[in-house]
């Protein structure tokens, strides 16, 4: 059953109360909204409900329900991408503002809670391609985060939502310079990523700050393995979520399943990734995050296990969102393909064309490859799919032990083989091969609208960047940014960019 949000209920309460806050408006974080807080990062959204709607009788003045009702419309949009839910919902900013607007202004919680709630309804804008009005509210949570650090230094959880700000800031591609300059925010990954890891890491005895390490934990280490150098890092940050020294029962928080999976996909741990996944619970009572089912997916297909298609069908079925669903389809159509049935496997790659949006890069490569309209060299396939789960000695030996003219039938395959054995050369550390088939496939394919030669120029950046070969490492990125490919773009803009601000503060100054 569609879990269903009581809109006339909760509006109606914040009329009620208006009044209540406008006179002796407070932010009290005692055990109940604690409480309500950890439901949420459960997404037990019923559950928080009911603890907020108690607050709100037991003490109407207090404001921290306010913006706890806030994560709660931010978490529905941000898993769920319904825009009906969305016109819905985006009402509700400017009502939870208004109150919280009422509070004692020489309290941290005031600019924090208002600085989040703009924070939380950009990203959720961002889901829906509203751009200007998305950075527009960056820039006032980050004025409000910025100035809550200059009053109350020692009010560390504001650096949490500072420390995102100050990621967003830095890896903004230069085709969107507009949405920087309508930010009006400076910043970078190193800098963001400090401030979020003095709350990640935090030992100390205060409850709340404890709270909020979890949601620290996920921003850091994920953007760690999307945009550091060393993405084995963030294996060892999401290490913090450990049972034996975090709260167990948030350990099955669907947010965090997602963090640890992914990482570990990332990292090639696809079957202890998969384990993670295998083991997670659905219930009722738990909002649905139906990409899981997604990412286990990949993890099965990662492994080639065809009954994969399952799960990519029952994503497509039920998620009514926008992204990944042209994915999902090309991941149908991949299966289709390694069991040899073309006819299946041209009937659903056309299924790409009238399904989802092409907003994020995962969708746009399925696009693209629908429009390509022609049957993938399975070998090279095989290939991609063992490599991004790990297994990199059998996608190695899948390449080596076919005569290679039997599956190169283009120059597109020309080049995702020397990209592939780049690839796999770079993760098992024969860095001089990887080097020569990176160059050859940059030089191959930088003209082309695939991704290998872009993707290939940033590989070598990361190479020559942990050599300390500064310069070679600038430009392979400025390459990675110029070489004008119409797959997985937006990405590696935004990891190249992170490598060029790395650069400019470890090159000597002249």
């Given at each position: 059953m ?23 408006a ?29 607050e709100?009788h ?26 009906l839910?969305f ?12 109150l ?20 939380q ?14 950075a ?31 990621v ?32 990640a890491e ?6 709340i ?15 760690i ?15 913090l ?22 990482i570990?996909m ?27 089912d ?10 080639l ?9 029952r ?45 994020i890069d995962?969708?746009?490569?399925a ?37 290679v ?26 860095i001089?091969?990887a080097?020569?088939?990176?160059r050859?496939?940059?030089v191959?394919?930088k ?6 030669a872009?993707?290939s ?17 600038d ?36």
């Amino acid at each position: 059953m569609r879990w269903r949000l009581p809109f006339k209920t909760f509006l109606l309460s914040g009329a009620f109360l208006f009044f209540t806050y406008s006179s002796s408006a407070q932010y009290l974080f005692n055990d109940q909204c604690q409480k309500a807080y950890h439901a949420i990062l459960l997404l037990r959204f019923d559950e928080a409900r009911n603890l907020i709607e108690s607050e709100q009788h037991q003490n109407p003045s207090n404001l921290i329900p306010v913006y706890l009702e806030n994560y709660i419309d931010f978490l529905t949009l941000f898993i769920g991408e319904n825009r009906l839910q969305f016109e819905e919902l985006k009402g509700n900013k400017s009502n939870r503002i208004n109150l919280l607007e009422k509070g004692n202004t020489g309290s941290p919680y005031y600019r924090f809670c208002l600085a989040e709630v703009n924070l939380q309804w950009a990203f959720a804008r961002l889901k829906f391609g509203d751009y200007t009005a998305a950075a527009l509210e960056i820039r006032k949570a980050y004025q409000l985060f910025t100035e809550n650090q200059e009053r109350f230094p020692a009010f560390i959880i504001n650096k949490t939502g500072l420390g995102v700000v100050h990621v967003i800031a830095g890896i903004v591609p230069d085709n969107y310079k507009w949405i920087t300059r309508l930010m009006g925010v400076e910043g970078s990954v190193e800098k963001g990523l400090q401030e979020l890891q003095e709350i990640a890491e935090y030992k100390g005895q205060d409850k709340i700050v404890r709270l909020f390490r979890p949601e620290a934990i996920f921003f850091m280490s994920s953007i760690i393995a999307n945009l550091q150098k060393d993405k084995h890092e963030a294996l060892e940050k999401i290490a913090l979520f450990d049972a034996q020294t975090f709260d167990e029962m948030l350990v099955k928080s669907p947010l965090i399943i997602y963090a640890r999976a992914s990482i570990l996909m990332k990292n090639g741990h696809n079957d202890e990734a998969l384990q993670i996944l295998q083991e997670r619970t659905t219930s009722g009572e738990t909002y649905p995050f139906l990409y899981l089912d997604y990412l286990e997916g990949i993890a099965r297909l990662n492994r080639l296990d065809l009954n994969s298609k399952e799960y990519f069908n029952r994503y497509v079925s039920s998620f009514t969102g926008l992204n990944y669903i042209k994915a999902a389809y090309q991941k149908m159509a991949w299966c289709e393909a390694l069991k040899g049935d073309s006819v299946k496997y041209f009937e659903t790659i056309h299924l790409i064309e009238n399904k989802g949006i092409a907003m994020i890069d995962e969708d746009k490569q399925a696009e693209s490859e629908c429009n390509i309209w022609r049957f993938p060299s399975i070998v090279l396939l095989r290939a991609r799919l063992l490599f991004d789960g790990g297994y990199y000695n059998r996608a190695l030996n899948e390449m080596l032990d076919n005569p290679v003219k039997s599956y190169i039938k283009s120059r597109k395959d020309l080049t995702e083989y020397t990209y592939r054995l780049a690839r796999i050369y770079h993760e098992t550390g024969n860095i001089p091969k990887a080097l020569d088939y990176y160059r050859q496939t940059v030089v191959r394919g930088k003209n082309e609208i695939f991704y290998y030669a872009a993707a290939s120029a940033y590989q070598m950046g990361l190479i020559y960047e942990n050599m300390g070969n500064y310069n070679m490492a600038d430009s392979c990125y400025r390459k990675c940014i110029s070489i004008k490919t119409l797959e997985y773009k937006t990405s590696l803009n935004q990891k190249a960019k992170a490598g060029l601000n790395r650069l400019k503060r470890m090159q000597p100054k002249t």
